[in-house]
């Protein structure tokens, strides 16, 4: 195998001790520090959680829905295109047949695992119909068990779509 040798960084002592880099990475640090701690008012941060960033827009890739007709119904026929393009692999489908005369089928079961999804946004593409998009703007999503994180059918169909303003 060809090995490629790296030629160590700095002959001298000083380079070689690497301190004084250090000690002058740290002095534009603790002067960034100094300068903000006397003016806490400009400081861009926001008191996370107990403030909501505001500018979230409806591009943004938030937690998934599930839409529906203008009739009330579920827009989902349960083709499996949008868990067929997961790269994830993270969602999981089970059709049953549909009942309206709207479509032949719709999903008995459609859970996404978040803590597998990479947000990616393949799943809306790939969706014919509309069914599933990603303008909630949730971003913030907490629980306790590995089940807390899985999105199923009734949670997706009762998120919301992002209202800007
Ligand atoms: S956003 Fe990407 S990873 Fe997440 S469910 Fe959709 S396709 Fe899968
Ligand atoms: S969400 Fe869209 S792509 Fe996924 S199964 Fe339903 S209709 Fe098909």
Known sequence: MKIKKIPRYGDTLKEKLYL??????MKVTLSHFITNLKDTDNLRVVWYPEEKPKDITKRYRGVHRLTHRYDGSI???ACFMCATACPAE???IEAKERDDG?????PKRFEIDLLECVF?????EACPC???RMDTGIFSFIGKKREDFILTKDKLLANKELKEG
Do not use: L, Y
Not at 102 to 106: H, L, R, V
């Open 90 to 92: 993270c969602i999981f």
């Open 102 to 106: 709207i479509d032949e089928k719709e």
């Open 75 to 77: 827009r989902c026929v």
């Open 130 to 132: 509309d069914a599933i």
């Open 20 to 25: 004084p880099a250090i000690f002058s990475g």
């Open 120 to 124: 990616c946004g393949e799943c809306v």
